[in-house]
């Protein structure tokens, strides 16, 4: 028979580097999967079906786990021993006897380490750390899932400090094959939001570390590593560093972790101002002294400066006053001579004085007549002597 061939052509374990392209469980606690090659250029060369029946599974995945800190997963690449099978109804397989988690392993580390050289050769992986922290550190925009577990532990330790923090959630899924692309997007809102946040926190809270395989990836790391604000990670895993916590301005385990900082931070800052005030208001105290002590010896001197120009003030005031005493009485002798002298004047320009000389006045509509060539007929005019006065009438 053809699987008795083939068992004889092919006896024996064959130890086969692939990449997990399908895995699924069945209730009866086998594994079935999909082992795929590929080329250079991402096309498939060669695909096989084999399964790990469920004795050899609760050997193999726990040890899986143990030494690489994941789960066996769709597009692990592993180092399987098989067995191969050709049964008469379901066809060719490979029966997996064990898989290598140490070549697993250090795929996963030459993976993360090429990402790591890719960051510095683009120049960008410490960048981050070129930052400055704005101070005081108080609007922190947050990325996370809402109803994560270690948002709520953040969240709630904030609230707890009693400081006057205002935090904006950009939410994303922070798992599986889309998380890498969903946290690129919420820093992306954040970014461009005009806001202006004083910083950016990351945080998940603890998993399996194949739920974080998304903090490994290139196109997230670069983005964190050239945003244009600090970024705080909080990512709840132990085992080890994500390339996102390398290139972040600063890494914490832990969500609650980066809580603290932030808490601390601000303690840290109102020491500070205290401090500030009270040698603030010390320095103020002495500076008030000595003022009131130069203002005291200032007030001394013009006070002396003011008595002896008062006392020369007084002494020039009293020459004036004489001066102008003098000056007035000259004055007022002067004007009572003048106006004697204008009184005699007035007195020899009197009309009356005039007529006690046999003068006459003539006078016409109240006016002095002094031609006779402005009368007109029947002008009445009015003669005044010494004694006496007629009218008279023009002809």
């Known amino acids: 028979m053809a699987s008795e061939a083939v068992a004889c052509a092919m006896a024996g374990y064959y130890n086969v580097v692939t990449e997990i392209s399908q895995l699924n469980f069945r209730n009866n606690g086998h594994c079935y999967l999909t082992f795929i090659e590929k080329s250079p250029t991402g096309n498939a060369l060669a695909r096989a079906d084999a399964h790990i029946w469920r004795s050899r599974w609760l050997r193999i995945a726990p040890r899986f786990e143990q030494v690489t800190g994941k789960r066996l997963a769709m597009g692990m690449k592993v180092l399987a021993t098989v067995e191969v099978e050709l049964h008469p109804v379901f066809g060719y397989a490979l029966n997996v006897i064990d898989i290598d988690p140490a070549y697993t392993l250090g795929e996963q580390a030459a993976r993360r380490e090429a990402v790591i050289r890719q960051l510095k050769a683009d120049g960008i992986y ?45 939410e994303a899924t922070m798992q599986g094959a889309s998380a890498a692309q969903s946290i690129i997007q919420a820093l992306t809102e954040a970014a461009t939001s005009g806001e202006g946040y004083d910083a950016m926190v990351i945080i998940r809270g603890g998993g399996a570390v194949d739920d974080l395989v998304c903090f490994d990836d290139y196109d997230l790391a670069s983005v964190v590593a ?25 890494a914490f385990k832990t969500p609650t972790a980066v809580a603290a900082f932030l808490v601390a931070t601000r303690d840290e800052e109102l020491r500070l101002i205290d401090d500030l005030k009270s040698r603030l208001e010390n320095t103020a105290v002495a500076y008030l002294q000595a003022e009131r002590f130069r203002v005291y010896e200032v007030a001394n001197r013009l006070g002396a400066a003011a008595a002896n120009r008062l006392a020369a003030d007084k002494l020039l005031l009293t020459r004036y006053a004489l ?9 007022v002798n002067t004007n009572k001579l003048r106006l004697t002298s204008l009184t005699k004047q007035l007195a020899l320009l009197n009309p009356q004085n005039i007529l006690d000389r046999g003068y006459s006045l003539t006078t016409c509509n109240g006016k002095v007549v002094h ?7 029947g002008d009445v005019l009015h003669t005044r002597f010494k004694q006496g006065e007629v009218k008279s009438s023009v002809v």
């Open 226 to 250: 050239q945003f244009p604000m600090p970024i705080l990670s909080g990512i709840g895993h132990e085992r080890d560093t994500s390339v996102v916590d390398l290139v972040a301005h600063q």
């Open 323 to 331: 001066r102008l005493q003098a000056a007035g009485h000259n004055l």
């Open 126 to 170: 410490e960048m981050q750390k070129e930052l400055l922290l704005p101070r005081p550190l108080t609007k922190i925009a947050v990325v996370s899932s809402a109803t994560a577990a270690g948002y709520g532990d953040f969240c709630r330790q904030i609230e707890q400090s009693g400081h006057p923090f205002i935090l904006h959630l950009y």
């Open 371 to 377: 031609d006779a060539a402005t009368l007109h007929s």
